[in-house]
């Protein structure tokens, strides 16, 4: 598969209507163990980011600029914690990207494992923590997994997709040591984290959007 900056553009719309799609389910699981405006900050992020990106000139534009200017448009709206973790792994995409008009199988997959490193790096969560780490990180290393065995990126996103969702309904079980909801201690228990619930919304998208193209 061949990815352009015009797919990665259309990604990013595809994006943003999920998250305005779903900002009120995640504002719900935000506000049992956060302060109920998740939801608010993914749909401002990624609108501004799809805003910014679809004003790009395709033909001259290339990977790395998309990711580069979704991410300083997705800072510059969301000033909430996401905000940094999401600028981070737009840009480390950025940088896998650099150099390359166009991205195959193996640089979405290198990408998609840059992306989740990103927020781990900048969050300084690791699994077992309740946070959106919980769904990224076993959703990068599925899909490098099934690279590895030599299938295609659609069925590497489809296996990201699943253990991503097994991740975020395993965060129910956990207790938060992260971010506002740590506070709670066992209160937080049964309760979805609403970073993993949104990681697998975006999630969602990629293997959506690589699976119709």
Known sequence: MTVSTEDLKALFVRIAEAMAREKDRLCELDGVIGDADHGIAMELGFSAAAKAVSELDSTTADPTLV???????FLNAVGASSGPLYATALMRAGAVAKGKPSL???????LFAAFARGIQDRG???IGEKTMVDAWAPAAAACRATRDQGLSLPECLAAGLKAGEAGAEATKNMIATKGRSSRLGERAL???????ASAVVIISCFKAHFTSE
């Open 124 to 126: 300084k969560a690791e």
């Open 104 to 110: 195959n199988d193996d640089d979405m997959v290198e």
């Open 67 to 73: 990711f580069n200017t979704a991410a300083k448009s």
């Open 190 to 196: 049964g309760h979805i984290d609403p970073g993993a």
